[in-house]
């Protein structure tokens, strides 16, 4: 393992166990997540600014709100990795407030509002949350079993796109259609299609990486999840490194992790070890500055959706 990945790959781990003093109560899965935003935050868990970021939150809303249930460790995590947790907070209500007036209520719903609310100007709100309705519409007429309130999330990340809507939607049909015939759950393919449609790149490309990522990691004997994991896979194939050094280093960190004191049952889970290797693989610095703001989002969404998985 190349010491630059051997050094994230403890941070996730000093991360946990940080992660662990604060939210005692919480299941592994959490600590996982929100070890794994501060990893690919490229920061180390701070108790007293996470301690600080709860207590800030507890402040801003009541105890049955969205922000507070089985995603508040995640946002307290992710307050504690900003500059301006009392601004960032604010905005992501703000975002949220906005999206409410289109849509129920829920956690998935409050999760897009804290990620759409890093890179939106408050001018922009009612009319991001009027093309997320819009999307969402499209979507709901085109797959009415499989479009529910998770989907609502990646419309709204969809309305951040440049890309158009016609374009987007037309684009993550084609990949769902594409990617059923590899993978059974169709609520996982289509969150898939969504990741794909997101990304900028040729959509025979996108979806052959992916096919390839799994295809290797199958072939090895690594169990890579095909339920909530699948959209984690789809980020992952967007990046520009070869899949076949991809696929090295998520064994790598798989083998390295399930070697390191409390991490051995945890990553027999295909789940775990799929929010294990996303971060200590994910590095949101990097993507930034080499994919589309679309796909820096969407991992960041990612990161946040499995801390609510128990």
Not at 29 to 48: R, S
Not at 88 to 111: C, I, N, P, Q
Not at 130 to 135: K, Y
Not at 199 to 217: D, H, M, N, P, S
Request: hydrophobic content about 40%; aromatic content about 10%.
């Amino acid at each position: 393992m190349k010491k630059e990945l051997e050094k994230r790959c403890q941070q996730f781990i000093e991360n946990r166990d940080k992660i662990k003093e604060v939210f005692v109560w919480n299941g592994g899965l959490i600590h996982l997540a929100c070890a794994a935003i501060f990893t690919a935050n490229n920061k180390t868990a701070d108790i007293q600014l996470l301690f600080s970021s709860k207590q800030l939150l507890k402040q801003q809303v009541g105890p049955f709100s969205n922000f507070r249930n089985t995603a508040q460790a995640a946002m307290i995590s992710m307050l504690a990795v900003s500059d301006y947790p009392g601004e960032y907070l604010e905005e992501g209500l703000d975002v949220y407030a906005a999206l409410k007036k289109r849509f129920w209520s829920s956690t998935h719903l409050a999760l897009a509002a804290m990620v759409i609310a890093q890179l939106t100007e408050k001018i922009e709100y009612m009319g991001i949350v009027e093309r997320t309705r819009s999307i969402y519409d499209r979507m709901k007429s085109e797959h009415p079993f499989l479009t529910g309130s998770d989907d609502s999330a990646y419309c709204a990340l969809m309305a951040l796109s440049d890309k158009s809507d016609d374009v987007l939607l037309e684009d993550a049909q084609i990949i769902y259609t594409t990617l059923k015939e590899h993978f059974f759950s169709a609520n996982a393919v289509q969150s898939l299609s969504h990741v794909l449609a997101l990304a900028e790149g040729e959509i025979e490309k996108k979806v052959e990486r992916t096919i390839e990522l799994y295809r290797q990691l199958k072939m090895r004997g690594y169990k890579y999840g095909t339920s909530y994991e699948l959209p984690t896979l789809g980020v992952l194939a967007l990046g520009e490194q070869n899949i076949t050094e991809l696929v090295e280093e998520m064994i790598e960190v798989d083998t390295w992790l399930s070697k390191q004191k409390g991490f051995g049952f945890l990553v027999e889970s295909p789940i775990n070890s799929a929010l294990c290797t996303q971060g200590c693989l994910w590095d949101i610095k990097r993507i930034t500055t080499k994919c589309c703001r679309q796909q820096r989002l969407t991992a960041q969404y990612l990161l946040l959706l499995h801390s609510r998985r128990q």
